[in-house]
């Protein structure tokens, strides 16, 4: 069976083509690769995240079974909202040797060479297989690959490795933090302010909170990274939103906000969260004997854990292999190569493109860096006969 072929910049004029913003969802990309593959004979699955709307997918080509090679992509990219493109962000624009437009980075630069290179891949005859897994709502916590992951723990012939080709400009990545967000919310009293006695000032609670973040920040710092191998080099932890109060006359009863931990991915995650814990129990004693029902409450929303170095593991090998390279890198973003991990398949990131470029307006890919990851491919399909 003969399907269309596709240059990798024509693949990738087609998969920018689609706004597959995260809130938006996925589907007619999906719908467009699935045509693409059934017309060279490779079967494929639908894995839902959010029926109708947002579909993780999951193709084999070679024979099914254990044994393979993953190669592992979001689809979703991240808003163009007030960002001043100079391009229409969803129409692939060539300046140079750069190819312009949402995704073309992160990561559906690395999605077109797996894409176009199917033909390639069925030509080699290959003994072991390679499968494509292209996920949804990754930008907003890896949270759409969760039910592909697990129906491939559950179901599917386990894979040798996993190859996440997030972009790290084509090196092997074996190492990168957790993030762990969590949402707090101070519940007071309220009272005429000049009746400060009457009440329970939730932000001013919230300030308490905030201040034991900075004190386990400053911890965190000093505690830094013993393997020096990462930017920074320590776990982080960070507050982005914080709302709450009605009027400047009125105490407070209200005050939440959302923080989060990025921790190296050999520290333990429960150690920030019960200091906090432990503070936050500290103040309530004193809010309660004001009022009963005052008190804290905080919630961990989501979790992405982080990929530890596994040295010599089969992806690892493998990767630094076909990219030629001799040694591995750390990185400090977030991807989906910790929840394979977590079920047992040895994991790594490696793909086209700089990070650096990532979210931005204007944001590009070399095509040099496609050739790199193009000729990373042959190399695989090489190794897989």
């Known amino acids: 069976m003969t399907g269309r072929r596709y240059s990798t910049e024509e693949m990738l004029e087609a998969l920018v083509a689609f706004d597959t913003t995260s809130r938006d969802g996925n589907i007619p990309l999906i719908e467009f690769v699935e045509d693409y593959l059934d017309g060279w004979g490779v079967p494929h699955l639908r894995v839902d995240y959010e029926a109708n709307r947002k579909t993780n997918l999951y193709a084999t080509i070679g024979p099914d079974i254990a044994g393979g090679i993953v190669l592992s992509g979001h689809t979703d990219v991240v808003p163009v909202d007030g960002q001043p493109w100079t391009s229409d962000p969803f129409t692939l624009t060539r300046r140079g040797e750069r190819?312009?437009?949402?995704?073309?980075?992160?990561?559906?630069?690395?999605?077109?060479?797996?894409?176009?290179?199917?033909p390639n891949f069925l030509k080699a005859g290959l003994k072991s297989p390679i499968h494509l897994?292209?996920?949804?709502?990754?930008?907003?916590?890896?949270?759409?690959?969760?039910?592909l992951i697990a129906h491939m723990r559950d179901h599917l012939p386990?894979?040798?490795?996993?190859?996440?080709?997030e972009p790290t400009s084509m090196k092997v990545v074996n190492a990168h933090k957790s993030a762990i967000t969590f949402a707090t919310e101070v519940t007071g009293h309220e009272a005429h302010s000049s009746l400060t006695h009457h009440g329970v000032n939730a932000i001013l609670v919230a300030g308490e909170l905030l201040s034991e973040i900075s004190r386990i920040r400053a911890d965190l710092i000093a505690a830094g990274d013993p393997t020096n191998r990462f930017d920074p080099p320590y776990s982080t932890v960070h507050v982005g939103v914080i709302e709450g109060g009605t009027a400047k006359n009125i105490i407070p009863r209200r005050c939440a906000f959302q923080w989060e931990t990025r921790l190296l991915p050999t520290a333990d995650p429960d150690a920030v969260p019960s200091r906090f814990e432990a503070f936050a129990s500290s103040l309530?004693?004193?809010?309660?004997?004001?009022?009963?029902?005052?008190g804290i409450a905080t919630e961990a929303v989501n979790r992405v854990p982080g990929l530890a170095p596994e040295e010599q593991s089969p992806a690892e090998h493998l990767a630094l292999h076909l990219a030629g390279a001799n040694s591995t890198h750390a990185v400090s973003y977030?991807?989906?190569a910790g929840l394979f991990q977590q079920i047992g398949i040895p994991s790594v990131i490696c793909g086209p493109g700089s990070i650096e470029q990532a979210h931005k307006p204007d944001e590009y890919i070399d095509q040099s860096e496609l050739r790199k990851c193009e000729a990373f491919m042959a190399k695989l399909a090489q190794q897989l006969k």
Do not use: N
């Open 99 to 118: 190819l312009y437009g949402r995704g073309t980075c992160d990561m559906k630069g690395f999605l077109a060479v797996c894409l176009a290179e199917v």
């Open 334 to 336: 977030c991807t989906e």
């Open 158 to 165: 386990k894979p040798r490795a996993v190859i996440v080709g």
């Open 284 to 294: 309530e004693p004193q809010m309660k004997a004001v009022a009963p029902d005052a």
């Open 133 to 147: 897994a292209l996920s949804c709502d990754e930008e907003v916590g890896c949270k759409g690959v969760r039910p």
